[in-house]
């Protein structure tokens, strides 16, 4: 499993390794630099290469690679960003190298913030040649503020030249101007081919939009201690990968019948969103669940009977009467007992019957502890019945799972801000609610009271309505074939992220609708489960 650190914690690691532990900056930086120039090396022959470089120890990354590449045969041209006063001692180091070295002397550039950007953009092009290969070295992991004037300028100049030359452009660890924990750009931000990251991968690098600012990420093993990790504030972010998916899955018992795989209830729809309910449901038999009951409003009998006749269904009334209390009590002592995990929420509606469901749901639940996945309408009654101040606990076998737009209403926000601020909403939601938070988005974040996850699996293709529904019967269905909620969680984040790729190439993005990412689920399956069937 592969693990993401923010740029703070990236500098926690890095000041203790050398200062703990005992390695020296400049080991880690030539290596860092060694790494960077042979990835050049590999996919490119030797030509010229232009180096941005800031004053901070990413420029000094970018000396390094200067004078790697030139004992390589490449011709390096380098423009310094900033002032030398401000220039950092290992900076200093590698200039000092250089010095000794035929190499074109280091051209600086650095006036003032007394000058609009089009005026230093014009006196920067000059410094700014053609090359086979732009590096940019100008700011690292550490950057908070958004970046103007003359950096902002040399910025926009390097993106303008690179496409300009067709050069191939590499981003030393991180593209400049790019937030290395929200993956938020900064004012301005550098496209490069691919960022070569140093230690860990940064999470920034795999939000969006940061994700969307390279081709791809390479993370280079400099030699940092395991430990560092252990030695940040906060937890740093898991990754699963098809070999953990592969091992948290397991087999399947040989000898079991449908109650050995579990029993799924699902509290879904309402008129005209039968739809919502049977992908739900559907999602929640092609993971394995042994059986499905669907607790719908009478309206939407038919249409599910079929589309899904494997699955038990519950109709009530869909105008709230005098029986709903005999509805309620049925539901409670007759089909909850039964769950080995319950859904509640798609396609449910915010009406007086769906708030008495789910109002039943949470209490009868504090007495059983039965996994629940609360989704859609039933998170939007959540916010509307509590102030995120005054969030009730909901304990760890609850799982949420918001997307931006029902994330900002649960935090009394916007989902544009929900959005932008993903990370940090999905943190304060865990916090308050004291259950496993599925934070929704291009990218989702995984949180539990013990763990943060970031799944990298999915596509564009995923955007398409009840997509969201088949995650909560794909999660449902692994609860209640007995994973942990948090494995629950994080496994069927991944499950549906990797079937909406299978459905990807099978249907293209474009052409995706929800029981697509249904129909991949059998295919992942195979792939990742092991064989014993």
């Known amino acids: 499993m592969k693990q993401l650190l923010t740029g703070k914690q990236m500098k926690q690691a890095d000041t203790w390794s050398i200062k703990e532990f005992g390695m020296e900056s400049l080991i880690l930086m030539e290596r860092a630099a060694l790494c960077a120039a042979q990835h050049i090396m590999s996919v490119q022959k030797p030509g010229r290469v232009f180096i941005m470089c800031g004053m901070g120890n990413n420029g000094a990354d970018g000396l390094a690679m200067a004078r790697i590449l030139s004992q390589n045969g490449w011709s ?32 600086y550039f650095y006036e003032p913030d007394d000058k609009d950007e089009e005026e230093y953009r014009l006196e920067l092009s000059n410094l700014y040649v053609p090359a086979q290969v ?120 040989l000898w079991g019948n449908k109650g050995t795989f579990g029993r799924v209830v699902i509290i879904a729809g309402s008129s005209g969103m039968a739809g919502a309910a049977y992908l739900s449901a559907l999602a929640a038999y092609r993971t394995g669940a042994g059986l499905v009951d669907i607790v719908t409003p009478e309206c939407n009998r038919l249409v599910l009977q079929q589309l899904l006749p494997e699955a038990v269904l519950h109709c009530i009334s869909e105008i709230p009467k005098d029986e709903d209390e005999e509805q309620l009590s049925y539901l409670q002592k007759e089909v909850l007992p039964k769950a080995k995990a319950i859904v509640i929420g798609p396609g449910l509606s915010t009406d007086t019957l769906a708030k008495k469901l789910l109002d039943m749901v949470l209490e009868w639940n504090k007495s059983q502890n039965c ?43 916007s989902a544009k801000e929900a959005a932008k601020n993903l990370l940090s909403f999905a943190e304060e939601l865990q916090k308050k609610f004291g259950c496993i938070c599925v934070c929704k988005d291009a990218r989702t974040v995984i949180l539990t009271q013990k763990n943060r996850y970031l799944n990298l699996t999915g596509n564009s293709g995923m955007a398409t309505g009840g997509s969201g529904d088949v995650l909560t019967g794909v999660i449902a269905s692994l609860a209640a074939q007995g994973l942990s909620a948090e494995r629950t969680a994080v496994l069927g984040v991944w499950l ?5 790729d299978e459905a990807a190439k099978e249907k293209s993005p474009y052409s995706m609708i929800a029981r697509d990412l249904a129909d991949g689920l059998s295919k992942v399956l195979i792939q990742t489960s092991r064989k014993k069937v």
Not at 76 to 105: N, S
Not at 148 to 174: L, P, Q, T
Not at 385 to 405: C, M
């Open 496 to 500: 549906h992220g990797a079937a909406g």
């Open 371 to 413: 996994p629940i996945v609360i989704d859609a309408d039933a998170l939007n009654l959540l916010a509307m019945r509590t102030n995120i101040d005054q969030a009730e606990y909901l304990g760890e076998n609850v799982i949420l799972t918001p997307h931006p737009g029902e994330l900002g209403r649960l935090m009394n926000s």
């Open 134 to 253: 732009y590096v940019d070295a100008l700011f690292g992991v550490g950057l908070s503020r958004s970046v103007s004037g003359v950096y902002r300028a040399a910025i926009e100049e390097w993106n303008e030249h690179k496409k300009e030359c067709d050069a191939y452009g590499v981003a030393v660890d991180i593209c400049s101007g790019l937030d290395a924990k929200s993956g938020q750009v900064l004012g301005a931000c550098v496209k490069a081919d691919v960022q070569i990251t140093f230690g860990y991968g940064k999470v920034g690098q795999f939000l969006y939009p940061g994700a969307s600012l390279s081709d791809k990420t390479i993370v280079c093993d400099i030699g940092m201690p395991n430990e560092a990790v252990y030695h940040i504030d906060g937890l740093p972010f898991n990754c699963l990968e098809k070999s953990d998916a592969k091992d948290w899955l397991g087999s399947r018992c």
């Open 76 to 107: 390096v041209r380098i423009a310094a960003i900033g002032q030398i006063e401000k220039a950092t001692k290992e900076w200093l180091y590698q200039k000092a190298l250089l010095d000794k070295m035929d190499i074109l002397p280091v051209q």
